[in-house]
């Protein structure tokens, strides 16, 4: 137990994936590291193609072995999943690490009863007989709200709404008490009433069995609900991490600034225009030099020698809160403040 | 389901008195006189005029198809050659012999050639679809993919003299193709079949191979697929019990409308190795104006092919349950 006390329940290092395509070779993470502790909720946000999803993926071993070729080490309490067996990473998968993915009609199998979908899981890593199976999964399904569980277990996934299906695969997933969750944008394709009783429901299964998630979004508000700890990514890379309430109310990266902007407040006033981060995100086959966020970033000028485009700034985290760019904290403090005065002209 | 199979029903009888009403006029559409081929060399105008009669087409047309179509469901009377009771599909213009009768000598041969046949292309079409699918992009997909490229190029009438020529008259390692039935003697059957089978089966094969193996790359893709992975299921399991499921359901269509065809006769298979099936029954009675037997050819390879769409929707129904049967 020392060991485990030690390190953190998860801890990405310098992780690579690298896709080899036939126009060359697409690094989709370069360089990626994070801790998460148990019980804890990481969100990770960016734009779509910023690496979050392959992240996860590859932890999970779910990437395509024959394309990919993945550097860095994963270790889950203490053991490392780079490279290690399809049988191990079996034994793990919706078992001590578990996944839901954003789309669930596509992500259930239409040919299958919900309750096997959910039952299979269970029966694949304690050997439950179908019967004792079909019990736990009334009992996941009523667990994640379903109304009438031993009548809907019978189900298939087109039988159930939207936010239903959203649930049982949350049921699927939380079957076999997972000490990693990793949701993949699981609320994005709900509406905004679902999506708050999903959220509520993740973090009262999280309170209940101290679960560690990684919640993966391009929603800041979702990240503002859910996650202690928050990653922005860019282009594969981190650009900035830190506790939530740092990292939305003091954000030091100019791609942050930029996420924040282009979100519509409720509480602001409703005339003003968002303010969309200009440019669109890099291509990961062939990525900017030195910062890759430079292209798009407003301040890349206000830094001496044109140092964005040529050296690739380096994240130094100190107690969990960093920062990759170049600019001064000096620099951040006044650029900032310019920006909040602007919004609130 | 009773109510989708009265539904299907009813249209397959539509779709067979259609049928079989455009081949009536299709065999007018050309003008011709069968009974002037039966008359021989003297005919006097007189036994022309009684040679019509008892081939029953000295009606007007609607008249003929009446009396074909209610003579499969109450009989019919011939002067000359006698009663024909229901299901009447009449008598050869050439032979005399009974349609029905002859329907069903020459049925078992084309349904052994067609079963036989598709056992062996759709283990061996499948199983390299599958194994194809597997091993995406390596060696040994583009070596099956290349094959059956080749070999669905192939013709029956090129293949299968060559096959004769290379394994039964140079070595006689198989049998000469002939029919025996299979109640008689099932060695026999099973020998006289094998080189049109293997042959049939070789074209069908291929294709198969490839259908299996875009289906199988497809549904490996989904979301699904990934979930189940996922959920920590082995690679055999997801194969087949997620990836393979899905990719079933086109292939089943396909299938279902292939063995129609192949139930109808092959009628290539059937003249390269010299076999006595509906296929062959088919061409012959084009050739010699032979109205009744084109008839009814015709109509039992139709039922068959809409016979088999049926099944098709059925069994489509069972592996996808978002398929509702109405």
């Given at each position: 137990?020392?060991?485990?006390d ?14 080899s ?24 946000v ?20 024959d394309?990919?070729e ?24 919706g078992?001590?690490m578990?996944?839901i ?10 040919y ?16 439950a ?28 996934p087109?039988?159930f ?31 905004v009433?679902?999506q708050?009783?999903i ?23 979702v ?14 890379r ?29 509480d ?13 995100p890099p ?15 407003a301040?890349?000028n ?10 690739s ?33 | ?21 455009i081949?009536?006029m ?10 002037r ?13 009684l ?9 007007p047309?609607p ?13 019919r ?20 012999e ?26 061996f ?6 194994l ?7 060696a040994?997909d ?23 020529y ?39 094969t ?5 259908m ?11 979301d ?73 050819v015709?109509i ?5 092919v ?21």
């Amino acid at each position: 137990m020392t060991s485990t006390d030690q390190q953190p329940f998860l801890s990405v290092k310098d992780l690579k994936v690298h896709f080899s395509t036939e126009d060359g070779i697409v690094k989709a993470v370069d360089g990626l590291s994070f801790d998460l502790a148990r019980g804890k909720t990481l969100g990770i946000v960016g734009e779509s193609g910023s690496g979050k999803s392959v992240t996860n993926l590859t932890i999970l071993g779910l990437h395509n072995p024959d394309s990919t070729e993945v550097e860095g080490s994963i270790t889950l309490d203490g053991q490392e999943l780079n490279g290690a067996s399809e049988s191990t990473l079996e034994k793990l998968r919706g078992n001590k690490m578990a996944m839901i993915f954003q789309d669930a009609l596509a992500s259930l199998s239409p040919y299958h009863t919900i309750g096997r979908q959910i039952g299979e899981t269970y029966r694949k890593h304690t050997g439950a007989s179908k019967q004792e199976a079909r019990v736990r999964a009334i009992e996941m399904l009523r667990r994640v709200g379903i109304p009438q569980p031993d009548r809907r277990v019978d189900d298939y996934p087109h039988q159930f709404s939207g936010g239903m299906r959203q649930r049982a695969m949350i049921a699927m997933a939380l079957v076999c008490d997972p000490e990693l969750l990793i949701a993949d944008e699981p609320t994005t394709a709900l509406d905004v009433t679902v999506q708050a009783q999903i959220m509520d429901l993740l973090k009262d299964l999280q309170q209940e069995f101290g679960t560690s998630i990684i919640f993966i979004t391009h929603d800041l508000g979702v990240i503002a609900d859910i996650a202690d700890d928050v990653l922005v990514m860019y282009g594969g890379r981190c650009v900035e991490r830190g506790p939530k309430e740092e990292v939305l109310r003091t954000p030091q990266h100019p791609y942050t600034w930029g996420l924040l902007g282009s979100m519509p407040t409720l509480d602001g006033p409703v005339d003003v225009p968002l303010t969309p981060i200009p440019g669109s995100p890099p291509s990961l086959l062939n990525p900017p030099s030195g910062c890759r966020f430079h292209p798009r970033c407003a301040f890349a000028n206000k830094v001496d020698g044109n140092r964005c485009a040529t050296e690739s700034p380096v994240l130094e985290i100190v107690d969990g809160r960093g920062n990759a760019c170049h600019l001064t904290d000096e620099q951040r403090r006044e650029f900032l403040a310019d920006l909040a005065a602007s919004k609130a002209n | 389901m009773l109510r989708f199979l009265v539904r299907r029903l009813l249209g397959a009888a539509v779709t067979l008195l259609i049928i079989s009403a455009i081949t009536f006029m299709l065999f007018y559409a050309v003008p011709r006189d069968p009974a002037r081929m039966a008359c021989g060399k003297v005919c006097t105008p007189d036994t022309l005029e009684l040679i019509r009669h008892n081939m029953g087409i000295d009606d007007p047309l609607p008249q003929q198809y009446w009396n074909w179509l209610s003579g499969i469901f109450v009989g019919r009377d011939y002067t000359g050659i006698g009663n024909c009771n229901a299901p009447c599909l009449g008598y050869s213009f050439v032979n005399h012999e009974s349609v029905l009768g002859t329907v069903k000598d020459r049925f078992p041969t084309t349904a052994s050639l067609a079963l036989g046949s598709s056992v062996v292309f759709l283990i061996f079409g499948i199983g390299t679809g599958m194994l194809a699918a597997v091993k995406q992009g390596k060696a040994l997909d583009k070596i099956a993919s290349s094959a059956s490229l080749v070999a669905s190029s192939m013709q029956i009438y090129f293949v299968g003299p060559v096959a004769l020529y290379l394994l039964v008259y140079q070595t006689h390692l198989l049998d000469q193709p002939a029919y025996t039935p299979f109640t008689e003697n099932p060695a026999a059957w099973f020998t006289g079949l094998l080189v049109p089978w293997l042959v049939l089966a070789l074209i069908w094969t291929a294709n198969y191979t490839r259908m299996t193996r875009s289906q199988m790359v497809e549904t490996l893709s989904e979301d699904y697929v990934r979930t189940a992975r996922a959920k920590g299921l082995s690679q055999r399991t997801v194969f087949f019990r997620f990836a393979w499921r899905g990719a079933m359901g086109p292939l089943v269509t396909i299938f279902g409308i292939d063995m129609g065809v192949l139930l109808g006769g092959a009628m290539i298979t059937e003249k390269t190795f010299s076999l006595q099936g509906l296929g062959m029954l088919a061409v012959k009675s084009v050739i010699n104006n032979d109205l009744p037997m084109l008839l009814g050819v015709m109509i039992v390879t139709a039922a068959f092919v809409v016979l088999a769409n049926i099944v098709v929707d059925a069994v489509y129904a069972m592996i996808d349950p978002r398929i509702r049967l109405a």
